[in-house]
């Protein structure tokens, strides 16, 4: 049987544990800099949520989002980071128990997320749970400090 909760403070070490895995499993490893208090800090902002889920007390997969707003439409939304589930709990209907779980969490808001073009399994299990999937490009900016005020 798999349960699902509301991660708290106290489960930093194990969401940091799952969201490495996570990276791990997509060659990000390096990616992941956030230590242990920060964590903590995190999980206890009301706009930052992640639920785990659990089989035998033993956490095997995870949901995190972060609350936002549309300035178009000025509606609030969930901006899902990560959904990530053990390889050995693949395939068993955990991933879909955490989306349902995000999907009643949400209050009827919607639900955006990425997916990276290769991920085709992740694609085809949106498809089946009946997400839309919509292309775009997404772009990143590392910004730097500019020198003098006023100097681009």
């Not at 996570?22 to 999980?43: K, P, S, W, Y």
């Given at each position: 049987m798999v349960s699902i909760r509301r991660a708290t403070a106290g489960d930093a070490a194990t969401v940091l544990g799952l969201m490495r895995?996570?990276?791990?499993?997509?060659?990000?490893?390096?990616?992941?800099?956030?230590?242990?208090?920060?964590?903590?800090?995190?999980?206890?902002?009301?706009e930052i949520a992640y639920l785990i889920a659990e089989r035998d007390g033993r956490a095997i997969g995870y949901v995190s989002w972060l609350e936002r707003v549309s300035l178009w439409s000025g509606g609030?939304?969930?901006?899902?980071?990560?959904?990530?589930?053990?390889?050995?709990?693949?395939?068993?209907?955990?991933?879909e128990l955490l989306m349902r779980a995000i999907s009643a969490a949400s209050d009827g808001k919607v639900i955006r997320w990425e997916v990276a073009e290769a991920n085709?399994?992740?694609?085809?299990?949106?498809r089946r749970i009946g997400a839309e999937l919509v292309s775009k490009k997404i772009c990143r900016w590392q910004a730097v400090e500019s020198g003098a005020a006023g100097e681009p």
């Open positions: 895995e996570l990276a791990e499993h997509q060659n990000q490893g390096a990616a992941i800099t956030v230590r242990v208090d920060r964590m903590e800090e995190l999980l206890r902002r009301p609030d939304y969930l901006a899902l980071d990560d959904l990530y589930v053990r390889a050995g709990e693949r395939g068993h209907g955990v991933g085709v399994a992740a694609q085809r299990f949106y």
